[in-house]
C-alpha cells in the first residue's frame, strides 16, 4: 500500500497501520531574550531579577498606603479637637452674652433714652465673662486642650454682641515623616459669636 502504511491481513479482513513517528519531538515555543512566550526561564521558573522588582514595588506601595494612614488619622484628630474648641468658644460667647454693662445700662436710663432693648456689652464685661466661665469650667474638659487661652478678638463690635476667641495647640498622636515639622504641635483657633436678648 502506498503512503508509508504497512498492510496485514486479520479476522476483520485488511486494515493499514498509522505510520510510525520516527525521531519526533515537542518544539517548545522560541525563546526571546533568554525566555519563551509565557515570560519563564527554563521549565516554569521565574527570573530573579523580576521577583526582586515586584518585592521592591509591594514594599513601597506598603510604605505609601502606611504614610497615607498616618496623615489621614492625624488631620481627623486634629479637625475633632478644633470642633471642641470651637463648641467650648461658642458656650463661652453664650455665657458673655449676658454680661451686663451695668454702667451702660444705667447711664442710658439717666439719659431718658428709656430702657435699653437689648443687654449693653463692653469689652471688659465680655472678657471679665470669659475668663470666668474657663474658671468655673470642669477640670477634665479643660484639660483636653493643650495651651489654652483667651485670644484676639474677644469683647463686643457693636456693643450688644458677644465676640470670644480661644486657641490651643493640637498634639496629632501619629505624626509622620511627611508631617515632622508640625511634630510641636499646630496652632488651632476658633471664634464664635452670640448676642443677648
Known amino acids: 500500500m502506498s503512503g508509508g502504511a504497512s498492510a496485514r491481513r486479520g479476522l476483520g479482513g485488511w486494515r493499514s497501520s498509522p505510520p510510525a513517528a520516527v525521531g519526533r519531538r515537542r518544539r ?20 530573579d531579577g523580576d521577583s526582586g ?10 510604605v ?3 504614610v497615607l494612614v498616618l496623615v489621614v488619622a492625624s488631620a481627623t484628630a486634629v479637625h475633632i479637637e478644633r470642633k471642641r474648641l470651637l463648641a467650648l468658644a461658642d458656650a463661652a460667647a453664650a455665657d458673655a452674652a449676658d454680661a451686663l454693662d451695668t454702667v451702660t445700662y444705667y447711664t442710658t436710663q ?5 430702657t435699653p432693648t ?4 463692653t469689652d ?17 474638659l479643660l484639660g483636653e486642650f493643650d495651651q489654652l487661652r483667651v485670644a484676639e ?11 470670644v476667641t480661644l486657641s490651643s495647640v493640637a498634639r496629632p498622636p501619629l ?12 496652632a488651632l483657633q476658633a471664634t464664635a459669636t452670640a448676642r443677648g436678648g
Do not use: C, K, N
Open 153 to 163: 478678638p474677644t469683647g463686643t463690635t457693636d456693643g450688644y454682641t458677644a465676640q
Open 118 to 121: 437689648r443687654v449693653p456689652l
Open 28 to 47: 517548545s515555543p522560541p525563546a526571546v531574550g533568554g525566555r519563551d512566550w509565557w515570560g519563564r526561564h527554563g521549565w516554569g521558573q521565574r527570573a
Open 64 to 66: 505609601l498606603a502606611l
Open 124 to 140: 471688659t464685661t465680655v472678657r471679665s465673662a470669659v475668663d470666668a466661665y474657663l474658671g468655673q469650667a470642669p477640670a477634665d
Open 175 to 186: 505624626v509622620p515623616w511627611v508631617l515632622e515639622r508640625w511634630r510641636g504641635g499646630i
Open 53 to 62: 522588582q515586584i518585592m521592591l514595588l509591594t514594599l513601597g506601595f506598603a
Open 110 to 114: 439717666e439719659a431718658g433714652a428709656g
